[in-house]
């Protein structure tokens, strides 16, 4: 763990549809160790048709979640600031990206990370606030590169900072973005 003082307290990890804890491990223990002790990757709401496993934020194919998801995922990201607004950073990805867009508007968060992301529909009221990083892979059959830009062209036209950087690759949440992400986080 880091000795200096970024500012943040928590990282709230929101997976994409079908992702967990477990398989997101390897990806945010970098985080862990260059930033803070408190990494929680927050369960996706809405079970398999099995009802064995949480597999996502929202049935696909809807657009987006709804008003009792965004409000426990907010509550996650609050709970998580333990009476310290501003003292979380939220990342997504995929479809929890959408959904850390949901809540980064309703949560006051120190920074936003999106990975393969795009909007949740129907979109957030206001904008974000916190300084914002897009991630997206050039090659991306799932989420398509367009929809990751969107996003962040609708945020900067509505007063966010958003840095856009576009990797090598697909639907993924690599190594070299997790890499990415900790840099951007130093820098701000």
Do not use: K
Not at 67 to 74: H, K, L, N, R, V
């Amino acid at each position: 763990m880091s000795d200096i003082d970024y500012g943040f307290r928590s990282i709230v990890v929101f997976p994409g549809h079908g992702g967990s804890a477990v398989s997101y491990g390897p990806l945010v223990s970098p985080l862990i160790t260059a930033f803070t002790g408190s990494v929680i990757t927050a369960a996706p709401s809405v079970v398999s048709a099995s009802g064995d496993a949480a597999i996502g934020w929202w049935h696909m194919p809807d657009t987006g979640p709804s008003a009792s998801t965004t409000a426990g995922a907010t509550h996650t990201v609050q709970h998580a600031a333990n009476g310290r607004p501003g003292s979380v950073v939220v990342i997504g990805f995929s479809q929890g990206a959408a959904m850390a867009t949901m809540v980064a508007h309703l949560a006051e968060v120190v920074a936003v990370v999106l990975i393969s992301g795009f909007l949740p529909d129907p979109r957030p009221s206001n904008s974000v606030t916190a300084p914002v990083l897009c991630v997206y892979g050039d090659d991306d059959e799932v989420v398509d590169p367009f929809l990751s830009q969107m996003a962040a062209r609708w945020m900067t036209a509505r007063g966010a900072e958003v840095a856009l950087v576009s990797h090598v690759g697909g639907h993924v949440w690599s190594p070299a973005v997790t890499d990415a992400i900790v840099s951007w986080l130093r820098d701000l």
